[in-house]
């Protein structure tokens, strides 16, 4: 017995030397030679593992010194990376003709965000409702729901955006006790909601504001690099430095997508200098799928001499994600061998019987480990004929790639903090939008309306009680001052702002406002300009004169009844006093003289009241 542990524990696999280390099998019998007292103990975590623990995986220059054939990628020697393709043994394949051309349809599929469409395919253009809310740990909230009928059932859709992710659930209605109010709506597809109501969205314009939100994320247009990689070169100035293109190489960039003059070049530019020049006079640039593709080529963009890092190639291809890596020869590619923060995969492609009619693609995938993997799968061996099929597999692997990239730690945290400071600017447009269409505008609409006589029927109505409130007060009534609201709805409404604190973030875009000094509403969403939304309630029909809502200053009580009740008011008042060189009634100079009933003076004299 003690022989055949003896054995299991000196008996070394077979590893391949380009793979990872392994572990034994006597490392995992090891635990059973503890006794029972041991076993029984807490176990603490395994110390971190530092260089001089870690087995490092052969360099390029050790795996240059071997026998070829070489590997198309050679992980680094610490890791980091994980890759796809390892198989490409050609003899075998093409002895019994195992190149088959691939199917698009089964094998080719764009990954895509389905959640970002929901909100255009099921609630643009239909009947539903939409409010937002304010959630302490959650953030801000806007929730979309709609009453459909599936299958000839009753459903609800529901959706729910917060700061970190969008949940979609249709709940069947039969399934339900009770009709749920919106919070508990809420909560059933998020259970962490804590808010004590949402608030209805009343502006017309919403669901264009809301599409644009959830569609942040699409995206049809691409950049991609390409890398030419000699026989034998190592490093990243080797790579950078090949200002030549060999035959085959021209060949794969045919392949690739159509050459194109940058000057003047009307299509998806990425990045590129269509005007002056500066990044070369040419460029790949392909269409697929309705989505553009453009292609920063190594040798085609400008190459500076004395420059060892050429740096105007890399300050494009290391600000891309994805980059292809194009080997005319057998020579491993390291994933570390380029700096850059962005790039985090690659699809290194190899050519086999180069500018012939049996041309083939050895292909091998590799991208960081926090990158998750992507589809279409490689076949096993990983080579391709040259032809559409191969075009299409190589398209949807890159377009994949970048999108699993998002996934990465560094590009998942950049695209929290851009969702959560877009969710806010939604949030604050549909919240002061919302006010608008009611005619309870903030402080702040009135201060630059000069007298903030507005065309609401909320505004009107203060302003006679403004006017009438000093006669009131001398014959024993009290009438509570009417709360203005700035960012959150009061009064009728019922939202105290304590209950939903303002969070610091992106500044107030309030509609209505100078284009010199807030610039483009909605700016950050892409959201029209002020002269293309609707006429504010509320607002100073000086701003605008044509449209449906010029004349509302003038509605609900008439302006001219306004001005009946002040001079009635006026005489009736027991504070009114006489001037003694004109004997003209007034009352008090600032709320008479004033062109602006909301200025500072004025608020100060309501307040002293």
Same mark, same amino acid.
């Given at each position: 017995?003690?022989?055949?542990?003896?054995?299991?524990?000196?008996?070394?696999?077979? %590893?391949? !030397?380009? $793979? &990872?280390?392994?572990? #034994? @099998?006597?490392?995992?019998?090891?635990?059973?030679?503890?006794? /029972?007292?041991?076993?029984?103990?807490?176990?603490?975590?395994?110390?971190?593992?530092?260089?001089?623990?870690?087995?490092?995986?052969?360099?390029?220059?050790?795996?240059?010194?071997?026998?070829?054939?070489?590997?198309?990628?050679?992980?680094?020697?610490?890791?980091?990376?994980?890759?796809?393709?390892?198989?490409?043994?050609?003899?075998?394949?093409?002895?019994?003709?195992? %190149?088959? !051309?691939? $199917? &698009?349809?089964?094998? #080719? @599929?764009?990954?895509?965000?389905?959640?970002?469409?929901?909100? /255009?395919?099921?609630?643009?253009?239909?009947?539903?409702?939409?409010?937002?809310?304010?959630?302490g740990a959650l953030g801000h909230m806007v929730f979309?729901?709609?009453?459909?009928?599936?299958?000839?059932?009753?459903?609800?859709?529901?959706?729910?955006?917060?700061?970190?992710?969008?949940?979609?659930?249709?709940?069947?209605?039969?399934?339900?006790?009770?009709?749920?109010?919106? %919070?508990?709506?809420?909560?059933?597809?998020?259970?962490?909601?804590?808010?004590?109501?949402?608030?209805?969205?009343?502006?017309?314009?919403?669901?264009?504001?809301?599409?644009?939100?959830?569609?942040?994320?699409?995206?049809?247009?691409?950049?991609?690099?390409?890398?030419?990689?000699?026989?034998?070169?190592?490093?990243?100035?080797?790579?950078?430095?090949?200002?030549?293109?060999?035959?085959?190489?021209?060949?794969?960039?045919?392949?690739?997508?159509?050459?194109?003059?940058?000057?003047?070049?009307?299509?998806?530019?990425?990045?590129?200098?269509?005007?002056?020049?500066?990044?070369?006079?040419?460029?790949?640039?392909?269409?697929?799928?309705?989505?553009?593709?453009?292609?920063?080529?190594?040798?085609?963009?400008?190459?500076?001499?004395?420059?060892?890092?050429?740096?105007?190639?890399?300050?494009?291809?290391?600000?891309?994600?994805?980059?292809?890596?194009?080997?005319?020869?057998?020579?491993?590619?390291?994933?570390?061998?380029?700096?850059?923060?962005?790039?985090?995969?690659?699809?290194?492609?190899?050519?086999?019987?180069?500018?012939?009619?049996?041309?083939?693609?050895?292909?091998?995938?590799?991208?960081?480990?926090?990158?998750?993997?992507?589809?279409?799968?490689?076949?096993?061996?990983?080579?391709?004929?040259?032809?559409?099929?191969?075009?299409?597999?190589?398209?949807t692997k890159l377009i994949n790639a970048e999108y699993?990239?998002?996934?990465?730690?560094?590009?998942?945290?950049?695209?929290?903090?851009?969702?959560?400071?877009?969710?806010?600017?939604?949030?604050?447009?549909?919240?002061?939008?919302?006010?608008?269409?009611?005619?309870?505008?903030?402080?702040?609409?009135?201060?630059?309306?000069?007298?903030?006589?507005?065309?609401?029927?909320?505004?009107?109505?203060?302003?006679?009680?403004?006017?009438?409130?000093?006669?009131?007060?001398?014959?024993?009534?009290?009438?509570?001052?009417?709360?203005?609201?700035?960012?959150?709805?009061?009064?009728?409404?019922?939202?105290?702002?304590?209950?939903?604190?303002?969070?610091?973030?992106?500044?107030?875009?309030?509609?209505?406002?100078?284009?010199?000094?807030?610039?483009?509403?909605?700016?950050?969403?892409?959201?029209?300009?002020?002269?293309?939304?609707?006429?504010?309630?509320?607002?100073?029909?000086?701003?605008?004169?044509?449209?449906?809502?010029?004349?509302?200053?003038?509605?609900?009580?008439?302006?001219?009844?306004?001005?009946?009740?002040?001079?009635?008011?006026?005489?009736?008042?027991?504070?009114?006093?006489?001037?003694?060189?004109?004997?003209?009634?007034?009352?008090?100079?600032?709320?008479?003289?004033?062109?602006?009933?909301?200025?500072?003076?004025?608020?100060?004299?309501?307040?002293?009241?």
């Amino acid at each position: 017995m003690l022989q055949f542990w003896d054995t299991l524990t000196m008996a070394k696999p077979n %590893v391949n !030397p380009f $793979s &990872p280390p392994m572990m #034994t @099998k006597a490392h995992w019998r090891k635990p059973l030679h503890g006794n /029972r007292m041991d076993e029984q103990r807490c176990a603490f975590p395994p110390p971190l593992k530092t260089e001089e623990d870690y087995i490092p995986y052969p360099s390029v220059h050790e795996v240059l010194g071997r026998r070829s054939p070489f590997p198309l990628i050679l992980l680094p020697q610490f890791g980091g990376y994980w890759i796809e393709g390892t198989n490409h043994e050609l003899s075998d394949a093409l002895d019994s003709e195992q %190149v088959q !051309p691939l $199917s &698009p349809n089964s094998r #080719t @599929k764009l990954e895509c965000n389905t959640t970002a469409t929901l909100y /255009r395919k099921h609630f643009l253009g239909k009947e539903h409702f939409n409010y937002y809310s304010v959630d302490g740990a959650l953030g801000h909230m806007v929730f979309s729901l709609k009453y459909d009928v599936i299958g000839g059932q009753e459903h609800l859709r529901l959706m729910l955006r917060t700061k970190l992710k969008t949940y979609h659930d249709v709940i069947p209605i039969s399934c339900l006790t009770e009709f749920p109010n919106v %919070v508990q709506m809420a909560k059933l597809v998020c259970e962490e909601v804590n808010v004590d109501r949402f608030f209805p969205v009343l502006y017309p314009k919403a669901s264009r504001l809301i599409v644009t939100f959830d569609e942040h994320v699409i995206s049809n247009n691409f950049k991609f690099g390409v890398v030419y990689q000699k026989f034998g070169q190592t490093s990243e100035e080797e790579l950078f430095g090949n200002s030549e293109e060999s035959p085959a190489f021209v060949e794969f960039l045919a392949f690739l997508g159509e050459k194109i003059e940058l000057h003047n070049f009307k299509g998806f530019r990425g990045g590129l200098d269509v005007t002056h020049g500066q990044t070369g006079t040419e460029s790949i640039y392909c269409n697929y799928r309705n989505k553009e593709v453009m292609f920063h080529v190594s040798t085609k963009l400008p190459y500076t001499e004395g420059d060892t890092q050429q740096l105007q190639r890399k300050r494009h291809i290391g600000n891309d994600i994805v980059a292809i890596i194009f080997q005319e020869e057998n020579t491993p590619f390291v994933p570390d061998m380029i700096a850059s923060n962005f790039l985090h995969a690659y699809v290194v492609v190899q050519v086999v019987n180069p500018c012939s009619d049996d041309v083939l693609y050895k292909v091998s995938v590799t991208a960081r480990d926090d990158v998750p993997f992507f589809g279409p799968a490689l076949p096993n061996p990983a080579f391709f004929k040259k032809g559409p099929e191969f075009h299409d597999f190589l398209f949807t692997k890159l377009i994949n790639a970048e999108y699993a990239c998002y996934k990465a730690e560094k590009f998942a945290k950049l695209e929290e903090r851009t969702r959560s400071a877009l969710l806010e600017t939604l949030y604050e447009e549909l919240h002061v939008n919302s006010q608008a269409m009611m005619g309870v505008g903030g402080e702040d609409d009135k201060l630059e309306n000069g007298s903030g006589g507005g065309g609401g029927f909320f505004e009107s109505f203060k302003r006679v009680i403004r006017s009438r409130s000093q006669s009131m007060d001398a014959t024993g009534f009290t009438f509570k001052k009417p709360h203005t609201v700035s960012t959150s709805l009061s009064a009728s409404l019922s939202h105290n702002p304590a209950e939903s604190p303002k969070f610091p973030g992106i500044s107030l875009l309030v509609p209505g406002k100078s284009p010199s000094k807030y610039g483009r509403r909605g700016s950050a969403i892409g959201i029209g300009t002020v002269e293309e939304s609707l006429i504010i309630p509320g607002k100073s029909p000086t701003r605008k004169r044509s449209g449906p809502f010029s004349a509302r200053r003038s509605s609900a009580i008439g302006i001219e009844n306004i001005q009946e009740v002040q001079e009635r008011s006026r005489e009736n008042s027991p504070n009114t006093q006489k001037t003694p060189d004109s004997g003209h009634v007034s009352q008090d100079p600032k709320s008479d003289n004033s062109s602006n009933q909301s200025s500072p003076e004025v608020l100060t004299a309501a307040k002293n009241r």
